[in-house]
T-cell receptor, first 110, second 116 residues
């Protein structure tokens, strides 16, 4: 059974600090997506990682993919309050089907 | 583009009643997905369509749930009869299988269903 595991599931951090969210998966895939969800809102696509070694950056967020290790990371640099949200990774398992992790709830405290 | 459109945004109903959720995908997208999100189970894929044809309905919890896509611009998810445990947020998403090599899914705003 495919497993997509995110950790931590909950992250409380101070503004200005750095941290990394990890996404491990148990099947072969070379495509991975990161989404953001604000409370009571829908999921918004953040990053699309298409191959081994892919790295994407947007503002204070940087995502990377290591398909050999079956691992993706979402790195947060100098966190600000506006980054508070739930972050999901999703693994493309073929047939346009995505399997989502449980999500990481991020709270940035000022 | 208007994005994925879902209606209603909120639905409150009583146990035993029929509920119909509606979705309009992004124009030109050929994949449509129905998800359910709860605190306990997270985000679950219920069913998805390609070119209006159901491809995988293994996530549909019970026979009480059914989904249709009569044309490329409209899909419904029906629950009959509804039960309190069906209370959740239901998301519709669409993607383009033609924009290879990736198949980014775009989500609608969701329908918050409460079954009393």
């Amino acid at each position: 059974e495919l497993k997509v595991e995110q950790n931590p599931l909950f992250l409380s951090m101070q503004e200005g600090k750095n941290y990394t969210i990890y996404c491990n998966y148990s099947t072969t895939s070379d495509r991975l997506y990161w989404y953001r969800q604000d409370p009571g809102k829908s999921l918004e696509s953040l990053f699309v990682l298409l191959s081994n070694g892919a790295v994407k950056q947007e503002g204070r967020l940087m995502a990377s993919l290591d398909t050999k290790a079956r691992l993706s990371t979402l790195h947060i640099t100098a966190a600000v309050h506006d980054l508070s949200a739930t972050y999901f990774c999703a693994v493309d398992i073929g047939g346009n089907k995505l399997v989502f992790g449980a999500g990481t709830i991020l709270r940035v405290k000022s | 583009d208007a994005g994925v459109i879902q209606s209603p945004r909120h639905e409150v109903t009583e146990m035993g009643q029929e509920v119909t959720l509606r979705c309009k995908p992004i124009s030109g997208h050929d994949y449509l997905f129905w998800y359910r999100q709860t605190m306990m189970r997270g985000l679950e894929l219920l069913i998805y369509f390609n070119n209006n044809v159901p491809i995988d309905d293994s996530g549909m919890p019970e026979d009480r749930f059914s989904a249709k896509m009569p044309n490329a611009s409209f899909s419904t998810l029906k629950i009959q009869p509804s039960e309190p445990r069906d209370s959740a947020v239901y998301f519709c998403a669409s993607s383009s299988g033609r924009r290879l090599p990736y198949n980014e899914q775009f989500f609608g705003p969701g329908t918050r269903l409460t079954v009393l």
